[in-house]
């Protein structure tokens, strides 16, 4: 068992400017001992690739309430299958409808957290898929 903690990217997607929630996370992930890197507001899914790359995460999340999720992450998948990612635990939060969960899990963002989502979920869910 290594000592390295895991390495979190978080995103906010396309022309999303509410950051607030993607704030809180990042922090509350912080505080639950993992490594965070915050890329900022609009995100390009060419940059949240390239950044997930070059930082070496294990978990690539985005935080989506503008709605624009489902084209952002068809756009995001092959890039970091390009990338070799393609194995990265991938989750989103936000204003996600029950209706796009089916389709997001299969681009591969087997965690899916609304808006009302507890910090301890993300966590919990994420330290039961990195190792």
């Not at 635990?89 to 087997?110: M, S």
């Amino acid at each position: 068992m290594s000592d390295r903690r895991i390495r979190v990217l978080v995103a906010k997607p396309g022309l999303d400017g509410h950051d607030q929630g993607a704030k809180i996370v990042v922090r509350g992930l912080i505080d639950a001992g993992f490594e965070v890197i915050y890329t900022g507001l609009r995100q390009t899914p060419i940059a949240v690739a390239n950044a997930a790359l070059e930082e070496g995460v294990d978990v690539i999340g985005l935080s989506s309430m503008a709605g624009s999720h489902l084209p952002f992450c068809r756009k995001l998948r092959p890039l970091l299958d390009e990338r070799g990612l393609g194995d990265k635990v991938c989750l989103i939060g936000g204003n996600i409808p029950a209706a796009d969960f089916d389709e997001l899990r299969a681009l591969g963002f087997t965690g899916i957290f609304p808006t009302s989502s507890k910090i301890a979920a993300i966590a919990d869910f994420i330290k039961e898929r990195v190792q």
